[in-house]
């Protein structure tokens, strides 16, 4: 330890305590500084959850909420006081992770990020946009990130859910499919052009800034369908260069 002079602050090699000098008395006292990785108490990360409520202005948190402006991770805080839930009720908080999700709302929700991604979604996609949905809904619905993935691609592989290219025809009683395709569709659309744009190749896996559309190539103003060979996948740029052409 090194001393410059009595007033001067003093400070160890290991940065645990420190010398501060009392405005009364030109001698230095001792204190301790907990490190930067020493384990947070009950106190701390309940502290942090309040400020995060506070910030968010509501009485109400989310895990993915937490993410986004917490100090800790949201398991750590999971594990000391056995579920996120009951974090909230110790920090005198409502749950708002108490969504009774269904199966095509979850599975939208990983459409999405993979859309937006344009490659497979991990567990930590979910804690940021677009995600709307935290990692608890799919833990207690499937168990595990892991299987929400694999069930969600045997939902969007189901080849009974196909259009029939027969279905939309002129006739007077006729049922057309609608403008938006479904979410199976969708992704049957992305993963057949490989989550890239059908002009210039554009990827958000390449190119984070790439936004990825699903779009008619005969325009549906102009009957064209909803179906599979109608459908293709356009980066944002190129389909407003198509929207500008067919003006």
């Known amino acids: 330890?090194?001393?410059?002079?009595?007033?001067?602050?003093?400070?160890?090699?290991?940065?645990?305590?420190?010398?501060?000098v009392r405005s009364d008395s030109p001698k230095a006292y001792f204190e301790y500084v907990n490190p930067k990785n020493?384990?947070?108490?009950?106190?701390?990360?309940?502290?942090?959850?309040?400020?995060?409520?506070k910030v968010a202005g509501s009485n109400t948190l989310t895990q993915k909420m937490y993410s986004?402006?917490?100090?800790?991770?949201?398991?750590?805080?999971?594990?000391?006081f056995g579920s996120w839930n009951k974090a909230l009720e110790k920090a005198g908080l409502k749950s708002g992770n108490i969504n009774n999700y269904?199966?095509?709302?979850?599975?939208?929700?990983?459409?999405?990020i993979w859309q937006y991604k344009g490659k497979q979604p991990v567990r930590k996609d979910l804690a940021f946009p677009?995600?709307?949905?935290?990692?608890s809904p799919y833990n207690r619905r499937f168990h595990s990130w892991i299987t929400a993935i694999k069930e969600f691609v045997n939902y969007a592989n189901d080849k009974n859910i196909e259009v029939d290219k027969n279905d939309c025809v002129n006739g007077a009683n006729m049922k057309c499919p609608g403008r938006d395709p479904s979410l199976r569709l969708r992704y049957q659309v992305l993963k057949r052009d490989n989550f890239s744009c059908c002009q210039c190749g554009a990827s958000p896996a390449k190119d984070p800034s790439v936004s990825l559309h699903i779009d008619h190539i005969?325009?549906?103003?102009?009957?064209?369908?909803?179906?599979?060979?109608?459908?293709?996948t356009l980066c944002s740029k190129c389909n407003l260069g198509k929207s500008n052409q067919a003006d």
């Open 1 to 20: 330890m090194e001393k410059k002079n009595d007033n001067v602050l003093e400070h160890s090699q290991n940065h645990e305590t420190k010398t501060t």
């Open 38 to 53: 020493s384990p947070k108490s009950d106190e701390d990360l309940l502290s942090d959850i309040t400020r995060v409520s």
């Open 68 to 80: 986004i402006n917490g100090s800790y991770d949201v398991s750590t805080i999971a594990r000391r």
């Open 102 to 112: 269904t199966d095509e709302e979850l599975f939208e929700n990983i459409l999405n």
């Open 130 to 135: 677009p995600s709307k949905i935290s990692q």
């Open 218 to 232: 005969i325009p549906w103003s102009k009957g064209g369908r909803t179906t599979l060979d109608n459908l293709q």
